[in-house]
């Protein structure tokens, strides 16, 4: 059995997002885009921050902060400390292994 990607699981889950809320004008969903392409020094010179969630979500009001992982993957460190940093302000930090498990952040 072919195991699913991250990239998947998110494509997957903006999919259905887009579907469902986005296109009705009811929330927004981003993505980060936070791979080492480049220039690194750059990157960080201009906002690059290491741990940062794979996507946003601005859905009635909430900000929620989405990692994606297959079944086995694990938090980084640095995702780790960005997860403690938006948690201590109040915020939501989700890690998200299927779309059955994204469903449920919006009660469908």
């Known amino acids: 059995m072919k195991q699913v990607t991250e990239s998947k699981i998110q494509q997957d889950c903006f999919m259905w997002y ?3 809320f986005a296109r009705h004008n009811i929330g927004i969903m981003f993505s980060v885009p936070n791979e080492s392409i480049g220039s690194q020094q750059r ?3 201009i906002g690059l ?3 940062v969630s794979d996507t946003i979500i601005i859905h009635k009001g909430i900000c929620m902060f989405v990692e ?3 079944l086995t993957g694990v938090i980084s460190p640095y995702q780790k400390q960005f997860k403690e940093k938006v948690e201590n302000q109040g915020l939501k930090y989700y890690l998200i292994r299927s779309l059955e498990d994204f469903k449920q952040l919006f009660e469908i």
Do not use: D, E, H, Y
């Open 49 to 51: 921050l290491r741990g």
């Open 43 to 45: 990157k960080v010179n």
């Open 68 to 70: 994606f992982k297959t």
């Open 18 to 20: 887009s579907n469902t």
